[in-house]
């Protein structure tokens, strides 16, 4: 299948096809070429599109483009429907923080593409008392185009990472004291490659901790690695070692009886970051 388009130098151009997400069976790719066959911008499945494939490109010069669409094996099966967009569009991906607390009100980040900087959503969650998502009202200055995600909704404690002043690390209450929540979640993202994200956790000495980093049930192209470090020594004790393509391990850590804080870091085992790296 391919569609063909008329640009001038320096334009944007957006290709996006929905074929995953509607059921189909083929494996997208996405080709942008020049009416030479000249590629332009190649594309395949992504995890923040859930297997499918969106091309963004900035055209080289004035004429006319046509984008491609075919299975990676070009052997799609025969119930493959698919729909394509193209233009200079906006989509939006993902929500950050990915999960909100039920009963809450904050400001969500909307991310995906061709969204201005600093764009926010707001979420009312106060009158939310029994579903597991909410779809948001997106204001129509974004321009979005295609499926919104839903905003997850959690009966647990969400803490939203917060950049610290200097070299200090965000503290995490990690105690349970008074069993107040079965489970603290930290919503984090790796903004750039290479990032690691590092959080102190107040513990409870001699208690049992699983820990474990969710990135694929959120569409996140996150293969996490999440390691313990003693503090302020910063001497690795504990690592889940990271599951490349598949969900992370996650591990159980023994509190020694002595320890009241320790270290947690998660990195990309790819060593991979973005704005879709929650």
Not at 62 to 75: I, K, M, P, Q, S
């Given at each position: 299948?391919?569609?063909?388009?008329?640009?001038?130098?320096?334009?944007?151009?957006?290709?996006?096809?929905?074929?995953?997400?509607?059921?189909?069976?083929?494996?997208?790719?996405?080709?942008?070429?020049?009416?030479?066959?000249?590629?332009?911008?190649?594309?395949?499945?992504?995890?923040?599109?859930?297997?499918?494939?969106?091309i963004e490109a900035v055209l080289p010069a004035?004429?006319?483009?046509?984008?491609?669409?075919?299975?990676?094996?070009?052997?799609?099966?025969n119930e493959s429907p698919f729909r394509l967009?193209?233009?200079?569009?906006?989509?939006?991906?993902?929500?950050?923080?990915?999960?909100?607390?039920?009963?809450?009100?904050?400001?969500?980040?909307?991310?995906?593409?061709?969204?201005?900087?600093?764009?926010?959503?707001?979420?009312?969650?106060?009158?939310?008392?029994?579903?597991?998502?909410?779809?948001?009202?997106?204001?129509?200055?974004?321009?979005?185009?295609?499926?919104?995600?839903?905003?997850?909704?959690?009966?647990?404690?969400?803490?939203?990472?917060?950049?610290?002043?200097?070299?200090?690390?965000?503290?995490?209450?990690?105690?349970?004291?008074?069993?107040?929540?079965?489970?603290?979640?930290?919503?984090?993202?790796?903004?750039?490659?290479?990032?690691?994200?590092?959080?102190?956790?107040?513990?409870?000495?001699?208690?049992?901790?699983?820990?474990?980093?969710?990135?694929?049930?959120?569409?996140?192209?996150?293969?996490?690695?999440?390691?313990?470090?003693?503090?302020?020594?910063?001497?690795?004790?504990?690592?889940?070692?990271?599951?490349?393509?598949?969900?992370?391990?996650?591990?159980?850590?023994?509190?020694?009886?002595?320890?009241?804080?320790?270290?947690?870091?998660?990195?990309?085992?790819?060593?991979?970051?973005?704005?879709?790296?929650?």
């Open positions: 299948t391919a569609v063909f388009r008329s640009g001038k130098a320096g334009g944007r151009i957006v290709a996006e096809v929905e074929a995953k997400r509607i059921g189909s069976g083929m494996e997208p790719v996405l080709e942008l070429k020049n009416m030479n066959g000249g590629a332009v911008a190649l594309e395949w499945g992504k995890a923040f599109l859930r297997g499918d494939a969106r004035d004429g006319t483009y046509f984008v491609e669409l075919h299975d990676l094996e070009y052997r799609a099966p967009l193209v233009g200079d569009f906006r989509a939006v991906d993902q929500f950050f923080p990915a999960f909100a607390e039920r009963g809450s009100e904050l400001s969500i980040e909307p991310v995906g593409t061709g969204l201005p900087n600093g764009a926010v959503i707001a979420a009312d969650l106060k009158k939310e008392t029994n579903g597991l998502a909410k779809f948001l009202n997106v204001p129509q200055e974004l321009h979005a185009s295609g499926p919104l995600p839903p905003l997850r909704i959690s009966d647990g404690l969400e803490i939203v990472e917060v950049q610290q002043p200097g070299k200090q690390l965000q503290t995490v209450d990690a105690r349970f004291a008074g069993k107040q929540s079965a489970a603290v979640a930290v919503n984090g993202r790796l903004t750039k490659a290479a990032e690691v994200d590092r959080y102190l956790l107040a513990v409870t000495p001699g208690k049992p901790l699983d820990l474990s980093v969710d990135g694929q049930s959120l569409n996140s192209p996150v293969e996490g690695e999440i390691s313990i470090y003693t503090y302020p020594a910063r001497k690795l004790v504990a690592s889940d070692g990271g599951s490349p393509g598949a969900v992370a391990k996650g591990l159980q850590y023994q509190v020694p009886a002595d320890v009241t804080t320790i270290e947690v870091a998660v990195r990309d085992l790819m060593g991979r970051g973005g704005p879709h790296y929650v």
